[in-house]
C-alpha cells in the first residue's frame, strides 16, 4: 500500500523558510513524478512543484520560481520542499503526490501539512 507522508509545516514569519519533507513507501518510485500542491480554503487546488524521480527533472509554478525547491533523497525515498523568502499568499496546506510508473496523473496523495506565513 502506497503512503505519503508529510511534515514540516509551520507558522513562519514573511521573509522566512521552511522545509516540507514527504517520505514515501510501499513501492518504488523510480518510474514516477512526484510533486507538491497546496490549497487554500475557497480556491482550487494548485500545483507547486513537481520532479521526475529518475531524471531529476524539476518543474514549478511561475509565483514560487526562484523561492521553492523541490528535491529527492534516493536513499531516504524522500521528497523535499525548500521554501524561502515566504510570503502571507503562500499560506494552504501543502500536499505530496505520486504519480504511477510512467503515467501524468497523480494518484497517490499524502493527508497535507499546513504552512502559515505572518505578515
Known amino acids: 500500500q502506497v503512503q505519503l507522508t508529510e511534515s514540516g509545516g509551520g507558522l513562519v514569519q514573511a521573509g522566512g523558510s521552511l522545509r516540507l519533507s514527504c517520505a514515501a513507501s510501499g513501492r518504488t518510485f523510480s518510474s514516477s513524478t512526484m510533486g507538491w500542491f497546496r490549497r487554500t480554503p475557497g480556491k482550487e487546488r494548485e500545483f507547486v512543484a513537481g520532479?521526475?524521480?529518475?531524471?531529476?527533472?524539476?518543474y514549478y509554478t511561475d509565483s514560487v520560481k526562484g523561492r521553492f525547491t523541490i528535491s529527492r533523497d534516493n536513499a531516504k525515498n524522500t521528497v523535499y520542499l525548500q521554501m524561502n523568502s515566504l510570503k502571507p499568499e503562500d499560506t494552504a496546506v501543502y500536499y505530496c503526490?505520486?504519480?504511477?510508473?510512467?503515467?501524468?496523473?497523480?494518484?497517490?496523495w499524502g493527508q497535507g501539512t499546513q504552512v502559515t506565513v505572518s505578515s
Open positions: 503526490a505520486a504519480t504511477r510508473p510512467l503515467s501524468p496523473s497523480y494518484d497517490y
Open positions: 520532479i521526475n524521480w529518475s531524471s531529476g527533472r524539476t
